[in-house]
């Protein structure tokens, strides 16, 4: 849960602190996929963290068993000219409801995949990338930019509930649910001494200063509050092999017997145990760089729930030219256990989702540029 600060407790350090806004970030593979286009040399410019490089990587050095169910799943996916031939998880769900292999079967071909995924990363995401990476964040302040520009990304920020709930000594807890097994995020958000000071000021105890523009408040706005954040990663790390969790989402299910509970993401990374309150706590959620697919549907379903029933907001980031009414309906797609809402509760829900496209990755939020 977002660990809950009081001045009462923290006279010391919060001396002004008056209200907190918990964020809960979503960041999925096309974080890390912008990063490598940007920054990886060598032998494998030119690849990203996505399956299809994976797939040509355990293909040219002749990694992967060639009995390997998955393995044969997606090669012929690929050889048919399926679309979403490259969406492994999507394959692991084919497979499982096509009921010709065990359970048994699927997952020992899944744990030959952890491991040559680990290999994968080891040549991809080398000691070179982060030391570039990071010079270039750090010069060019791009962690702090992220978190005290991001509502510039908007179009609108009077429209955000969010914005116009915030004022001067507040504090702003954000928390990166890092989606991707590299530490290519945690790299991003590091806050260094040259982009932040915890106690900056001589007599002041602020360290933050959300800045936007707005048309009912000040033309530009800039809040004297507090920062904090902090990261996890529900699906495992690159550096320990069998914590990196491939699988599927599964509506219903029986957690004590059922078989198919070996393949749930869900229920493996206990998402209800270690989770759920993130979700039941957070003000504003972002998703940024996540495919926005059913194999995540337990993710979209609980914020759509939140916002529904909290008045909470969401703010989607989607590279590409899609219309904002479009990234919303892919939004509701992946919301398995909400498909039968009423128009009238989707409506609602929409109107509490702020869509930001990108082409470039030019935007204030996770942006590659100083802007």
């Keep these: 849960m977002f660990k809950k600060y009081h001045k009462n407790y923290y006279e010391d350090t919060l001396e002004k602190f008056k209200v907190q806004h918990n964020i809960l970030v979503l960041v999925g593979n096309g974080f890390d996929i912008s990063v490598l286009k940007k920054y990886k040399k060598g032998k494998m410019k030119g690849k990203t963290t996505s399956y299809s490089d994976f797939f040509d990587y355990i293909t040219y050095f002749n990694l992967v068993d060639k009995k390997n169910i998955l393995y044969i799943k997606m090669k012929n996916d690929r050889e048919n000219h399926k679309k979403n031939w490259s969406d492994f998880e999507n394959s692991l769900s084919e497979i499982l409801h096509e009921g010709k292999n065990s359970i048994d079967e699927i997952e020992s071909c899944i744990d030959e995949f952890q491991g040559l995924f680990t290999l994968f990363l080891n040549d991809l995401v080398d000691t070179n990338i982060l030391l570039e990476a990071n010079k270039d964040m750090r010069d060019n302040?791009?962690?702090?930019?992220?978190?005290?520009?991001?509502?510039?990304?908007?179009d609108d920020v009077d429209k955000l509930k969010f914005s116009c709930n915030t004022n001067q000594y507040d504090l702003f807890y954000f928390v990166f649910l890092n989606f991707n097994y590299t530490s290519l995020l945690d790299n991003y958000i590091f806050l260094d001494k040259k982009q932040f000071d915890p106690h900056c000021y001589k007599y002041s105890d602020r360290n933050f200063k959300l800045e936007y523009d707005s048309n009912t408040r000040d033309r530009t706005t800039f809040l004297s509050s507090y920062l904090v954040s902090d990261i996890i990663h529900p699906h495992g790390v690159q550096d320990i092999s069998r914590s990196i969790l491939f699988g599927i989402d599964l509506e219903n299910y029986d957690k004590g017997n059922s078989k198919e509970k070996r393949?749930?993401?869900?229920?493996?990374?206990?998402?209800?145990?270690?989770?759920?309150?993130?979700?039941?706590?957070?003000?504003?959620?972002?998703?940024?760089?996540?495919?926005?697919?059913k194999t995540d549907a337990w993710w979209m379903d609980s914020i759509y729930h939140e916002i529904k029933e909290r008045d909470v907001e969401l703010i989607i980031y989607k590279h590409g030219n899609e219309d904002k009414e479009s990234v919303i309906e892919l939004f509701f797609d992946c919301c398995v256990r909400h498909t039968n809402s009423s128009e009238e509760e989707k409506?609602?829900?929409?109107?509490?989702?702020?869509?930001?496209?990108?082409?470039?990755?030019?935007?204030?939020?996770?942006?590659l540029e100083k802007k």
């Design 141 to 154: 302040k791009l962690s702090i930019q992220t978190f005290k520009n991001f509502l510039k990304d908007l």
């Design 263 to 293: 393949l749930v993401k869900s229920y493996w990374a206990q998402y209800d145990i270690k989770y759920k309150s993130y979700l039941t706590e957070a003000e504003l959620f972002i998703i940024y760089g996540m495919s926005l697919g």
């Design 347 to 367: 409506n609602k829900v929409k109107s509490n989702i702020h869509v930001v496209t990108f082409i470039e990755n030019n935007t204030y939020f996770l942006g």
